[in-house]
């Protein structure tokens, strides 16, 4: 079993930054793949980042690719989604999952859910 729960949203203006932390509880975080999600309103929940257990395999949505980087710290059961350059697009409601399959980009394929933190990209 695995607790999450997302910080580090906020408003912030077209290319400016933030950076989200996803703090776990469980023994057994380390062993998990964490992926970073997103869901605009009205909109299905898309993935943006991931990445395995020990940081050797990572991987992003096309949409962030080289604005978003992704990192954990097994030792503080934490991940993080560094977001720089935001656009008005990132606008969401970002949410840390964790799972155990590599490389996974769906939804299904996560366990467990945290409450989400929202973001907010003004133009």
């Known amino acids: 079993q695995v607790h999450l729960v997302e910080s580090g949203g906020g408003l912030v203006q077209a290319g400016g930054s933030l950076r989200l932390s996803c703090a776990a509880s469980?023994?057994?975080?380390?062993?998990?793949?964490i992926g970073w999600f997103r869901q605009a309103p009205g909109k299905e929940r898309t993935f943006v980042a991931g990445?395995?257990?020990?940081?050797?395999?990572?991987y992003y949505a096309d949409s962030v690719k080289g604005r978003f980087t992704i990192s954990r710290d097994n030792a503080k059961n934490t991940v993080y989604l560094q977001m720089n350059s935001l656009k008005p697009e990132d606008t969401a409601v970002y949410y840390c999952a964790a799972g155990g399959r590599l490389r996974a980009t769906v939804v299904g394929a996560y366990d467990y859910w945290g409450q989400g933190t929202q973001v907010t990209v003004s133009s």
């Open positions: 469980g023994r057994t975080f380390s062993s998990y793949v």
């Open positions: 990445i395995n257990w020990n940081g050797a395999s990572i």
